[in-house]
Each structure stands twice: as structure tokens, then as C-alpha cells.
């Protein structure tokens, strides 16, 4: 009988019951959220399935995000900018390029929707943060999970990079959600219901220029956005020559799903209560969620000036998808717009804009990298 109880005190002892603190409890219980909001509500499912997962494994397990764990080797080649640059080439690979050849002002859009970015850096330093880790946590506001670990990364402030991660994917998965209210506020209804004239059809010849033009350009002034931009264009090149369709469909495809798994799982695992509920986490945030806010706003505001401008042939909703949650700030866009309008269609046309923002972000990313002289 002894030897019985024994026995199963040692099996209760090994539980993760007799481990877990209150903290693992609440990190497990926003886990359950976050796979309710993915899998019930279909909120970027390909995103927050695995973040959420891996939330709950690390918060019911540790040692699997500890060194010689399994999700600490995925982590390793987040810390090492390898998935976050794969991701990039993924998305190149899947994307159309076209509406912002066909519209280049949509640069301007993209550009307007970075003042996020930089006004969350000015936010930061005054709640604390030091100069480089307040960079790396204003990328949050770009909407862009890759890049906002690509330059934590860089900029060693490898100690963020969960909450970073994890603000920024959430954010992204929450698009549909944070910026409809932002949209409606700035604009009018009439603003809304605002169609726009038809993109010009852009030639074989110019798709496959843009990629290697641009690449051109923006590494020649930043060389250290080569793995980010580098990336983004040489998917699209493969898009585009048309001469390469199986590396095309395996960037787009195989490889970006792996990428995506491993990317997502070891974000997740990155918060741990003992690492996650901490008072700069939620600084993070809250600053991730201020950012993400003033971009959708700032190029929603840079839309009405261009609308203006232009007579009223640009509709201002557009300008939301100045972030670069590719493609589905374009969609909400597409989604206002339709409430107002049934017969409305913007969605190509916020497609530059959102292109313009993967690019804008990156490109911000590289000044950050240049005044601290990283490479």
C-alpha cells in the first residue's frame, strides 16, 4: 500500500498541477482566447494558431522553450532573422505588385501610415525604454511581425522580442477588428462611397523591373534592409519572370506554411508568465496598440488631404492599408467600403498602399539600423 502511495504521489508530483503558478493559469487562459478568436471567428487563423499554441505549450511545459528544447531551436532561427526574412520571400512570392505600379502615389500612402512607427518611438523613450529598444518596439506600429523581429533582433534586444512578437501578430490578426471604429471615425459617409477609377493594366515588361529597380534603390541607401527587401523582391521576381513557377509556388506555398509554423509556435513560446507578465510587457502593448492606431489614422488622414487634392477621385479608406498586414488591412478597406457602398470596389486599388507599407516598414526599419550603425 506504501508503495502505491508513494507511486502516486511521485506521478501526482510530476503533473504540470503541482508546477503551475497563477500566471501560467492566465497565460493558458489567453491561449484558449486566442484559438477561440483563430479557429471561431477566423481572425488570421494562419497567424494565431500556432502563436496561441504555442503559448499554451510553453505555459504548461517550460523546459520546451529552455535551451535544447524544441521550440528553442525554432526560436534560434528567429533570433538569427533567417523565418522572418523567409517570410518576407513568401509574401513577395504571393503578391501582385501591380496597383502600386499601375498608381505610384501609393507610396505616399504607405509612407504616411510609417508615422506610427515614429511617433511609438517618442512614446517609448518617454516611458523609459532606452533608444534601441524603443525602435524595435515601434515597429509594432506597421502591423508587421516579421520586420519588428528582424530589427529587435538586429538590435539585440533579443530580451522584447516575445511581447514585440506577440503584440505585433496579435495586432495583425486583429485588423478586422482595431481598425473599422479608426476608419469610420475619420471619414464620412460620403468619403466612403467614393469610387475610383479603374487601374491602368501594367505590362509583363514593368513587373519584373520594379523588383530588381527597387532592390537597386533601397539597398544602395540602406544596405541593411538587403534581407528584408532582398527577400520581398526576389519572391516577386519568381512571381513575375515567369520562367521559375516551382520556385514560385514553393516560396508561396510549402515553404511559407513551414516558415509559418515554426515562426508562429516559437513566438508563442516566448511567453511565459514569468517572462510575459511583467510591467514593461504591457508598456509594450499598449504602446504596440497606440502605434498600430496613429498609422491606420495617419494614412487615413494623408488619404482625405489626397482625396481633396485630386477632386474626390481617391476614397480616404484606402489609406488604412498603409500598414502592411498584407493583404488583409487591403480587405477592411474593401469591407468599410462596402458597407457604404454595396457596389464599391477598392480592394486592388488599396492594394498599392499595402504593398507600399511591407516596403515603408522595412525602409523604417533600415533607418533605425543605420543611426545606431548596425549592418
Not at 256 to 282: P, Q, R
Amino acid at each position: 500500500m506504501e508503495y502505491i502511495t508513494s507511486t502516486l504521489g511521485n506521478l501526482l508530483q510530476q503533473t504540470a498541477f503541482c508546477s503551475l503558478t497563477w500566471g501560467n493559469y492566465l497565460m493558458i487562459l489567453i491561449a484558449c482566447v486566442f484559438l477561440y478568436l483563430a479557429i471561431a471567428k477566423e481572425y488570421e487563423p494562419l497567424l494565431l494558431v500556432p502563436i496561441s499554441f504555442g503559448m499554451l505549450l510553453v505555459n504548461m511545459y517550460p523546459p520546451i522553450m529552455e535551451e535544447g528544447g524544441l521550440l528553442h531551436f525554432f526560436y534560434l532561427m528567429d533570433e538569427w532573422s533567417i523565418l522572418p526574412s523567409l517570410i518576407f520571400l513568401g509574401v513577395g512570392a504571393m503578391t501582385d505588385f501591380g496597383p502600386l505600379i499601375a498608381n505610384p502615389i501609393s507610396f505616399l500612402l504607405g509612407a504616411a501610415a510609417q508615422f506610427g512607427i515614429f511617433g511609438a518611438y517618442i512614446m517609448a523613450i518617454l516611458m523609459g525604454f532606452g533608444d534601441k529598444a524603443a525602435a524595435a518596439i515601434s515597429i509594432i506600429g506597421g502591423a508587421d511581425g516579421p520586420t519588428s523581429l528582424f530589427l529587435a533582433s538586429k538590435l539585440g534586444q533579443t530580451q522584447y522580442m516575445g511581447p514585440i512578437a506577440v503584440a505585433a501578430y496579435s495586432y495583425m490578426s486583429l485588423v478586422p477588428i482595431i481598425q473599422p471604429p479608426i476608419m469610420k471615425l475619420l471619414t464620412t459617409e460620403e468619403e466612403r462611397k467614393i469610387k475610383m477609377e479603374q487601374l491602368r493594366p501594367v505590362s509583363k515588361l514593368e513587373r519584373i523591373l520594379f523588383p530588381i529597380v527597387v532592390t537597386i534603390v533601397v539597398v544602395m541607401i540602406l544596405p541593411s534592409t538587403a534581407p528584408l527587401i532582398g527577400m520581398l523582391m526576389l519572391g516577386n521576381l519568381f512571381r513575375e519572370s515567369g520562367v521559375v513557377k516551382q520556385l514560385t509556388e514553393t516560396a508561396s506555398n510549402a515553404l511559407m506554411y513551414i516558415v509559418v509554423i515554426l515562426l508562429g509556435t516559437s513566438v508563442g513560446a516566448t511567453t511565459s508568465a514569468e517572462a510575459f507578465l511583467k510591467v514593461d510587457t504591457l508598456k509594450i502593448v499598449a504602446l504596440g496598440l497606440i502605434a498600430f492606431a496613429v498609422g491606420t489614422a495617419s494614412g487615413v488622414l494623408f488619404g482625405k488631404l489626397m482625396c481633396k487634392l485630386s477632386g474626390g477621385k481617391i476614397n480616404p479608406l484606402i489609406g488604412s492599408a498603409g500598414v502592411s498586414a498584407v493583404p488583409m488591412a487591403a480587405r477592411v478597406s474593401q469591407k468599410v467600403g462596402a458597407e457604404a457602398d454595396p457596389t464599391n470596389f477598392l480592394l486592388m486599388h488599396a492594394m498599392g498602399p499595402n504593398v507600399a507599407g511591407v516596403i515603408g516598414t522595412a525602409v523604417a526599419a533600415g533607418v533605425f539600423m543605420a543611426i545606431f550603425g548596425v549592418h
